[in-house]
């Protein structure tokens, strides 16, 4: 999925303005003007847009972590884990909204997306485990769209 489909949808499960998804960016150590996050929420058609940068999208994550869970100080910041996967988006959106695997599973049920505990287990371990799924985009999309159903 693309990163600006994922700031697309995280701006409006979050109800902000482009101003505060910078400002959630910066969070996580992503400095940069409102104009440029405005450029990464436009859709593909619209005249200005750019994409969004793995980088940029692990630390709008990470700000977004930072933000709903708070920042441990007495720890060093971890390094920003890239590339971005969807099984990358979806383990941090567990992680900020605190969501436990009743909740991931409950939100996709709720989009008619079924999965299995083990399944959704397989999409959080280590790409080199046995048992390791990656997420696909029809997955972390039906995620989203239920997410965005959970927080109205």
Known sequence: MLNN?????????????????????????????EGEMRAWLMREEETGYRECPDEAMAAFLDGLVYLKRGKDDSRPTPPLELPV???????KL???????DDDLLAILRTVDFPLSKSELNALFRKPGHSNYRVCGDQLLRNFLKGLAQRQA
């Open 5 to 33: 489909d994922v700031l697309r949808s995280l701006r409006y499960i979050l109800n902000t303005s482009d101003a505060q998804m910078a400002e959630i960016a910066a969070l996580g150590g992503c400095a940069l003007g």
């Open 85 to 91: 996967s969807n099984n990358l988006i979806l383990k």
């Open 94 to 100: 567990r992680v900020a909204f605190e969501l436990r």
